[in-house]
Structures are given as C-alpha cells and as structure tokens.
C-alpha cells in the first residue's frame, strides 16, 4: 500500500491511466504549504499526501489548461467521526420536527417505501398532527411514532421487522439517505440550517461515546471534527486546490458542518430537495445526468456521486454526467470511507485517501491499489481492530445495480483478489 509514484515528477505527461504529472517546484516559486498534523497518518501516507500539494500545488506552475486542481472529500467519517445526517435526524425527532405528510400518506415522502413501512407509519403517527403539521415525536404521545420513523430510516425496516424500501438501484442512491432529505418537506433550506446547527452545537459539546435518547430507544450522540482532515483540508486550499465536498447527507446540513473547516456553501455537493415556489422543501430531489428533477433516483451515492461531481464541479450536462469523464475534466485527489464513494474515488486521477471502515468494495479496490494511487489510512478516533477474515473480494465484494453481489472486477475485468486487511 506505500508504492512510490508510477513515473518521474519531472515529467509533465498524461500516463495511461490518467495521472498528470507536472514538473517540480521552480526556484523562486513560494514553497508549498505542509501537512502539519502528524499524529494519526499511517506509514507514508503524510508523505504521500505533502507530495500531492509539492506536485500540484500552488508551488507549482503548471496548471492544465488554467485550471485549479480539484481535490473531493466525502463528509461523513471521512471528516468526522460520525453521521452528520443522523445527528439532524435524531435532533429532528427529539424536538418535533418532522411533518405529517400530505393526506397522512407516507407513501408521498418516498417511492421506494414497501406497503408494509407506509402502514406501519401511518399506524404510529397518522392520529398525533393534520396533513403538513409537525408530528410531536419529542413529547410521550409522539414515542410510538419517532420509533416507527428511527427503525425505518436507521434499519431499513419497520418496528416489526418487514422491509421498508423496495426497487431502487443500489449504485445510484440509497433510498434511507434520501428519506432524511424527503422528510424535511415543508422547511426552508434556511430553517433546514438551524437545525442542522442546533444539532451540531449538542454534538459537538456532547462528550466521546456519548448516546442521546431518541423516541424509547438510544443512540450516537456525538460528533467530532478529524483534526487531521480539517488541516488536510486547509492546506490543500492554501496550496491553490479548488476543494469541494460531496455527501450523501442533505445540502443544507453539510453546508452548516462544512463551514467550519474553511469549505463555503458553494462548494458542497449533497443531497437536493426541489423546492415549491416559496423555497419550501418538497419530498422530491432534484436530478442528475438522464435522472430528470423529481424522479428520486439519483443522490450522492456511488455512481450517483460521478454524476453530481461531473455535473456541479465539471459543468459537464445530461446522459454523459453519468460517465467517467477525461483525465482533464476529473480531480487530482479524493478521500472516502465508504463503499458510497468508490466511483469518485477511482476517479480521481492522482491520490486516493481510504479511511478504513471495512466496507469490502472499497477495501478490495485501495488494497488491491493496482495503479499505485490508494493509500488507506485508520480511522483518526476510535479505529477498527483488524479484519480477521479476508475481504471477499472474488465471491460477493461488489454490489450490482440490482443487489446481486458478485465479485469486484479491475478495469481490465481481471477479478481483484481476496484482501487481508493490514492498515488498522
């Protein structure tokens, strides 16, 4: 996992498999920032990660076609520790904040919700607040039915076990990521921001380990900043990298998470309500690529991550937003966690950052590191133990649009062998 670059940095050349590679720093060009945080990069990956400012960086005076080199972070324990989606969520339903959907008709705030989940929500919370009213899920009356809502968005199923979501495309969304999204119809992206606000100020001061009550049941009740990350993050903008992020949680929360380590709003890239003509949030999302506003299947997810990247960052418009673009129209450097990000992760055209969470697609491709772009590196607070069992990279590491699990292929369609996991 520590290989050295593929090709002299002399060099200034687009490789065969898509790397730029710019000249050297020249003498009276100012000195690139440094990666200033040490403690927590495994082996060479602070090195590897101060080579990428050096090669690219403001230092440096190439810059293709003009352009700012683009560098993407995921959100969501890959600059935190923890689910910023989740802590709005639970702060929504510890204060009341989810509205009754129109006609009391759960199925309106989802496509993908199976009968089963729209009975059993509308069981639980149909009697407690009229169409468009907030349901008083903070108070003992409303218990039955914050637990109906935090089993189906947090297990995909309902309290009694039925699965909640059906028939979506497993590489284009997440059909419990977007319900958080759906649930807030009827706010303001504006108020959308104070609560994610509110929320973060609880868990920020909320200690390590800490649970929260939500409905009759517990959970996480903290978040914190990776420390190693926000320098990352800041030092790659003073080297002159056009930062971005890209979540699967809803726009208006990451904005509010993003501004603290220096990342504006219009550089956020999450998941997006259509909104009626007074900026009220609807339960549809907008779209990408083929995916037209309002059809619900396109989010920040896997393949869905591509597209929203290619469509917001590069400008690139319709079908082929979808497609993996030229080497010159993609970043230089993305980090991920998550089986979520793989797609945008391998495409980036320089360095890839893998925060080791186990997920086995993702492991099986920055361990595999057949181009020499992956480095893995333990999750900054609180990191996994070592994987006993090896990655199962050759039987049921990938996921299929349709959630058949099958082996991970290369590029090349040679299937990547099983992994052992080794940085933890």
């Not at 199925?107 to 009968?115: A, K, N, V």
Request: net charge positive; glycine share 10%.
């Amino acid at each position: 996992m520590q290989r050295k670059w593929a090709a002299p940095l002399a060099l200034m050349a687009v490789t065969g498999s898509g790397l730029l590679l710019a000249p050297p720093a020249q003498a009276g060009h100012a000195p690139c920032p440094r990666v200033t945080v040490g403690p927590g990069w495994y082996g060479d990956n602070r090195a590897r990660l101060q080579q990428l400012f050096d090669q690219y960086g403001s230092c440096n005076p190439y810059r293709p076609g003009g352009a700012r080199p683009v560098a993407v972070f995921d959100w969501d324990n890959t600059v935190v520790k923890n689910d910023v989606g989740d802590a709005t969520m639970f702060w929504l339903l510890r204060n009341g904040r989810i509205r009754q959907p129109a006609a009391g008709d759960w199925s309106t705030t989802s496509r993908h919700l199976t009968p089963a989940a729209t009975g059993a929500l509308a069981d639980a919370c149909a009697a407690l607040a009229r169409p468009g009213a907030p349901l008083p899920t903070a108070t003992a009356a409303g218990t039955a039915c914050a637990d109906e809502i935090n089993s189906v968005y947090g297990n995909a199923a309902t309290r009694a076990g039925a699965p909640a979501f059906a028939g979506w495309d497993r590489r284009t969304t997440d059909p419990s990521y977007a319900w958080l999204a759906q649930l807030m119809q009827g706010w303001t992206a504006r108020e959308i921001r104070g609560f994610a606000a509110a929320a973060r100020t609880e868990n920020l001061a909320a200690p390590v380990g800490a649970t929260q009550q939500v409905g009759s049941g517990t959970a996480t009740g903290w978040v914190r900043y990776y420390d190693q990350q926000r320098d990352l993050v800041k030092g790659l903008q003073r080297a002159g990298f056009d930062v971005w992020i890209s979540s699967a949680s809803p726009q208006p929360v990451v904005e509010v998470w993003a501004k603290d380590v220096g990342i504006k709003a219009d550089r956020v890239i999450g998941i997006r309500n259509t909104t009626t003509t007074g900026g009220k949030f609807t339960p549809h999302l907008q779209g990408c690529g083929s995916v037209r506003d309002g059809a619900d299947t396109m989010i920040t997810y896997i393949d869905g991550k591509r597209c929203w990247i290619n469509k917001e960052i590069f400008g690139v418009r319709g079908a082929a937003a979808e497609k993996v673009q030229p080497a010159a129209r993609r970043h230089v450097f993305a980090a991920g966690d998550s089986d979520t990000d793989i797609s945008f992760l391998r495409d980036a055209t320089a360095l890839r950052l893998v925060v080791n969470r186990n997920k086995n697609e993702l492991m099986c491709r920055a361990y595999d590191n057949s181009d020499g772009r992956w480095i893995v590196n333990p999750m900054f607070i609180e990191p996994k133990k070592q994987k006993t069992d090896p990655y199962p990279c050759t039987t049921t590491g990938y996921v299929g649009h349709d959630g058949t699990r099958g082996p991970v292929l290369r590029g090349d369609h040679s299937v990547v062998p099983d992994q052992t996991d080794s940085v933890y």
